[in-house]
Nanobody
């Protein structure tokens, strides 16, 4: 399985971005699809994820501003990011989990200027 993330960029505070992550390769049933981020000098953290078993959940810092969604085939996951803040600046990684393990995407840079 390969994950291709896209949609990152440089925006000003208050603006929006939409990230996409498409899975390709071996057909695998994903149970969870999500987004993580890692800012310089910080640990990677969960931003949002959607799961067949428990639905969606978000980091407190993005609730009300970010929305995770996916296609019906569980092959593409999106992250709509509104009202971006400078503290949202990070490399964003998509992640999928299945019964056989997890796969990470290559990361896409999001930079929010004040």
């Amino acid at each position: 399985v390969q994950l291709q993330a896209s949609g990152g960029g440089l925006v000003q505070a208050g603006e929006s971005l939409r990230l996409s992550c498409a899975a390709s390769g071996t057909v695998v049933r994903f149970n969870t699809m999500g987004w993580y981020r890692q800012a310089p000098g910080k640990e990677r953290e969960l931003v949002a994820r959607t799961s067949r078993s428990v639905g969606t959940n978000y980091a407190d810092s993005v609730k009300g501003r970010f929305t995770i969604s996916r296609d019906s085939a569980w092959k593409t996951v999106y992250l709509q990011m509104n009202s971006l803040k400078p503290e949202d600046t990070a490399v964003y990684y998509c992640n999928v989990k299945s019964a056989w393990g997890e796969v990470w995407g290559q990361g896409t840079q999001v930079t929010v200027s004040s």
